[in-house]
């Protein structure tokens, strides 16, 4: 006679497992959600800004030197998600996965409809109706704020130490190199991509790709960090994602960003050597930033920051970069607003350096935000009765072949 607890497992699985008919029709959706997602990820995301330089010197002549308020206007490639039909493709996705009920359903309709709300945040940008969500209003925690508060204000100054390691005189082909051994080391099959046009000097992209930018300068310890950060912390969870067999985890639930940038700051000073001083003043003052973005106008926001890092060796510009990141989502630098994921670093972290080992390695094999944490058992299951095997670099291309890269 079967126990209580077998016949309950065994009903799960049953509910869980899907008919060869059903599975064969969740690889179909998932390839166009992924096809979806990865348009989404370049056509309605404000990433790069292509007047950084131009905007810093009207910023400093208007309002540094003279006083004149001077909000800058900020140039992005041409948004060309319509091209893809890209707004017509989520709302029928959309409907196709209310149709096909099964525990992960849920989770694709969510991303799509931050899809379609992202289209739309794009198109109200430029209308007077624009105002600051109250999600994103009410999103910072008073506790996490008087710490990272409390960060910048013991933090003697921004400057690197003069010891060699610290030293940035690595060129990006060593730089490449370094990462490519990382790379082979750890079993990842990633793309190294030079990109000159890029923000920060390296990221990595869910279509298994290493972006570096080339013309930047590295020092050994960059290079320590970032190896811990993006490859050991962005990477590695990506490469788990895989994994899974299914894009909807290559791209992460709602809310993955939280424990994905957590992870990889708790990499940085943990599984290294030497780490930058300046790696914990930067998440603490993304954070305020954010919160200033949140509340003052863009020049006020400017003065509150560099008011708060006074004495600490850090530069007008370095603050003026500062805030045109936070405000690369929000496109209108006059109007309140901040991009969200720059609060995650700080607020990851703090999550991430709380948890057992035990709960790192576990998160660490999802893509996932923390409100599917005690959901992870539920997606095992799946993947194991389902028999989901990892996705294939054929099957990668079948989504990356439609989106022209820029």
Same mark, same amino acid.
């Given at each position: 006679?079967?126990?209580? =607890? ?15 008919? &059903?599975?064969?029709?969740? !690889? %179909?959706? &998932? /390839?166009? =959600? ?67 009920? +099964? ?13 379609? *709300? ?25 506790? /996490? ?25 690595? $060129?990006? &082909? ?11 080391? =750890? ?20 279509? %298994? ?8 300068? *590295?020092?050994?310890? &960059? ?9 050991? @912390? ?18 992460? /639930?709602?809310?993955?960003? +939280? ?11 943990? !599984? ?8 914990? *003043? ?36 370095? +603050? ?16 309140? @607003?901040?991009?969200? @994921? ?41 993947? $194991? ?22």
């Amino acid at each position: 006679m079967k126990s209580l =607890y077998t016949y309950i497992k065994e009903s799960y699985d049953d509910y869980l497992k899907l008919s060869d008919e &059903d599975k064969e029709k969740l !690889l %179909k959706l &998932d /390839l166009e =959600y992924g096809k979806i997602m990865l348009i989404a990820r370049y056509e309605t995301v404000c990433r790069r800004i292509d007047n950084n330089d131009e905007e810093w010197e009207n910023f400093e002549t208007n309002y540094i030197n003279n006083g004149k308020k001077y909000y800058p206007i900020l140039k992005f490639p041409d948004f060309e998600y319509e091209k893809y039909d890209l707004k017509n493709r989520v709302e029928k996705l959309i409907d196709k996965f209310i149709e096909f009920d +099964i525990l992960l359903s849920k989770y694709y309709i969510d991303n799509l409809e931050t899809v379609r *709300f992202q289209i739309e945040y794009i198109e109200q940008l430029e209308s007077d109706d624009y105002e600051l969500s109250v999600g994103k209003k009410t999103a910072f925690k008073k506790e /996490l704020l008087d710490e990272a508060f409390k960060i910048i204000a013991e933090t003697d100054s921004y400057k690197q130490p003069e010891d060699k390691e610290y030293k940035r005189d690595k $060129s990006g &082909d060593i730089v490449k190199k370094r990462i490519k051994n990382a790379l082979d080391e =750890y079993g990842y099959d990633w793309k190294i991509i030079e990109d000159n046009k890029m923000p920060p000097r390296m990221g990595v992209n869910p279509e %298994k790709t290493f972006r570096i930018r080339t013309t930047a300068k *590295f020092s050994d310890v &960059d290079i320590e960090s970032l190896i811990a950060h993006e490859i050991r @912390g962005h990477v590695q969870k990506r490469w788990n994602a895989y994994q899974t067999g299914l894009f909807l985890f290559v791209f992460g /639930l709602p809310g993955k960003n +939280i424990f994905d940038e957590g992870m990889a700051i708790w990499n940085t000073f943990n !599984l290294t050597i030497h780490h930058k001083p300046a790696a914990m *003043f930067n998440i603490a003052l993304s954070y305020i930033s954010c919160y200033y973005c949140s509340k003052y106008d863009f020049c006020e926001a400017f003065d509150r920051l560099k008011q708060l890092c006074e004495g600490k060796n850090v530069s007008d510009k370095r +603050i003026f970069t500062q805030m045109i990141r936070e405000k690369r989502s929000t496109i209108r630098t006059d109007r309140l @607003g901040y991009w969200s @994921g720059d609060i995650d670093y700080f607020r990851g972290y703090k999550m991430i350096d709380s948890m057992t080992t035990d709960e790192r390695k576990k998160i660490m094999k999802w893509n996932i935000g923390p409100h599917q944490y005690y959901e992870i058992d539920a997606f095992e299951k799946f993947v $194991s009765v389902n028999d989901l095997k990892p996705i294939s670099n054929s099957r990668l291309e079948q989504i990356t072949k439609e989106y022209k890269f820029k």
